[in-house]
């Protein structure tokens, strides 16, 4: 298994330490966004490339699209072009509910749902799912399209809602909630997830795409009081902040198709993912402060004697 990954500002190889030394696992470090790297890595040969690499956060696309454009449009199409050139037999393109753009009240997305994305992130993603499948269309390359709900747990880097908010509040710091907090995510345990991921890789049907949701919807606002519950934390920590420009008021995806044809249903519910998740944090402190004081990047050196 080759793991390519540019180790953008979230990449952090303290996060694989404990597969680094097993022989069947490479680490390449070079940028989707550069062609000819991808080439010389594809050329190694793959049963299944499984692309995982983006620009994943919604704030920061406000202030920077042109950086989302080039990993998530460009990138993808060139481990697209690669792969196909190379005869790849397999290729799944990660991608996300956000594509779908924002609900009311009712309903649910379903893998048919017309795209209508809300901000530059999810525009790049849809442009990114949108050449993958045109490459199955068009090519007969064997692509297949995951579009999750809102992933959390171990390891996520600390911009995201659930591990901001719990590192916040470790430190006793105020947790920022957007407008009203009544926005509402469908939140999805990353191990449920991987499942997914895997079991698609495996079984999926090419050319299709799957919605893999944790039908566990929640308004942020009530999510944050039961972290704050689970870490004996007060709510006056709660800060209410000016809303994100363009903020989506729902989402929620409708995953029948994939517990239809593969028998995947997720299996860690909200407040079991929160529990994991704040126990997770409260254990790996040391994870946590290098990450939010940028030492991650020198502590793989010190652990290794080699640099990044
Ligand atoms: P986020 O984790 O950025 O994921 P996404 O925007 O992809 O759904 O945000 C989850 C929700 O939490 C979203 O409604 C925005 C909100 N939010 C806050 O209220 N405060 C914050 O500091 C952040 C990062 C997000």
């Not at 995982?52 to 481990?79: C, I, K, M």
């Not at 957007?178 to 049907?205: P, Q, S, T």
């Amino acid at each position: 298994m080759t793991n390519f990954d540019a180790l953008t500002y979230a990449g952090n190889r303290d996060n694989l330490l404990d597969v680094e030394g097993d022989d069947r696992y490479a680490f390449e470090r070079a940028d989707i966004a550069d062609a000819e790297a991808v080439g010389r890595v594809m050329a190694k040969g793959f049963d299944v490339v499984v692309n995982f690499a983006a620009e994943s956060h919604v704030d920061r696309s406000l202030y920077d699209p042109a950086r989302f454009v080039r990993t998530n449009v460009l990138g993808a199409q060139n481990l697209l072009e690669a792969a196909r050139s190379q005869g790849v037999p397999r290729f799944v393109q990660i991608s996300t509910d956000e594509v779908y753009g924002s609900l009311g009240p009712e309903g649910k997305f379903t893998e048919t749902t017309p795209l209508a994305p809300s901000s530059p992130y999810s525009a790049t993603k849809a442009a990114g799912d949108l050449l993958a499948l045109a490459f199955f269309k068009t090519f007969g390359f064997p692509v297949i399209v995951t579009r999750s709900s809102n992933n959390y747990g171990p390891y996520q880097f600390p911009e995201k809602l659930i591990p901001l908010c719990i590192s916040n509040a470790m430190e006793g710091k105020n947790l920022p909630v957007y407008g009203d907090g009544m926005n509402v995510r469908d939140w999805l345990f990353v191990e449920d997830n991987c499942e997914a991921i895997l079991a698609i890789a495996e079984k999926g049907r090419v050319g299709e795409v799957y919605n893999v949701g944790g039908g566990c919807e929640v308004p942020n606002i009530e999510l944050i009081k039961a972290m704050l519950r689970e870490m004996n934390k007060p709510e006056s920590l709660i800060t209410f902040v000016t809303d994100r420009p363009g903020h989506d008021r729902r989402y929620a995806l409708d995953s029948s198709k994939l517990t239809r044809e593969l028998g995947w249903s997720p299996r860690v519910g909200i407040s079991e993912g929160l529990r994991r998740t704040v126990e997770w944090f409260s254990q790996n402190r040391g994870w946590l402060e290098r990450v939010r004081s940028g030492a991650y990047r020198d502590f793989y050196e010190q652990h290794y004697g080699r640099k990044l």
